[in-house]
């Protein structure tokens, strides 16, 4: 039973489409997170959602947009996509620990390619 | 804003020996620093928590130290094992779930 699931794993598409990614988690966490991680391994935060809120929107732009339909879910929309947007998305989730978040708990990441 | 810093080149170390991987950060210290282990193609995986106020943790061969005056942790594998082959991720945790990631270490333990 995964615990954090994302679909698809990956996805190769071309520059301009409109693409979707979601994400469920079955631990019961109140917040759950998008990050990217580029080619040199870096895993950047992008969203944060607490409790269907956003609460974290580091600077990205609004060709994505994420989405909460509850605190199991959290998708993401990209719209137009480029070349740079090439990378694998990792959706995550954690508990909070009185207002700082605890270990986080990761999906199996989707590759997106944009030709 | 806040860097970390981990050493992007491959630690090659021999099966038995132990293993000890370094994360730096610059400006403030964190609430927590984590240890994640990340293997090709699959999404980073939780080892160990330490807070700002604890030296020292440990779990089975692992053990973590954090060194705020220093702003550095150690990550030490002890008794390697092949199996032990990974990348490791330091992540700096902050209030309001701002989490700040390392770029790795990959490990290789040989035979």
């Known amino acids: 039973d995964t615990a954090v699931s994302q679909t698809p794993k990956y996805l190769v598409t071309q520059m301009g489409n409109d693409k979707s990614i979601k994400c469920e988690q079955n631990?019961?966490?109140?917040?759950m997170y998008w990050y990217k991680q580029d080619s040199k391994k870096f895993l950047k935060i992008m969203f944060s959602?607490?409790?269907?809120?956003?609460?974290i929107n580091e600077t990205v732009p609004n060709r994505f947009s994420p989405k909460s339909p509850d605190k199991a879910h959290l998708n993401l929309h990209i719209n137009s996509l480029e070349l740079g947007d090439s990378a694998v998305y990792f959706c995550?989730?954690?508990?909070?620990?009185?207002?700082?978040?605890?270990?986080?708990?990761f999906g199996e990441g989707s590759r997106l390619t944009v030709l | 804003s806040q860097k970390i810093e981990q050493n992007s080149e491959a630690l090659n170390i021999q099966e038995g020996k132990t293993a000890t991987l370094t994360c730096n950060y610059t400006n403030y210290s964190p609430a927590y620093l984590q240890w994640y282990r990340q293997d090709p193609g699959r999404g980073p995986v939780f080892l160990l928590l330490i807070r700002e106020n604890e030296k020292e943790k440990r779990k089975e061969r692992l053990k973590v130290t954090f060194d705020t005056t220093l702003k550095q942790s150690l990550f030490h594998i002890t008794a390697s094992q092949p199996a032990d082959s990974a990348t490791y991720l330091c992540a700096l945790s902050y209030n309001f779930n701002k989490f700040y990631f390392g770029s790795g270490t990959k490990l290789n333990v040989k035979p």
């Open positions: 995550a989730s954690s508990q909070d620990r009185g207002g700082v978040a605890g270990e986080l708990f």
């Open positions: 631990l019961g966490h109140d917040t």
């Open positions: 959602y607490n409790n269907k809120e956003l609460i």
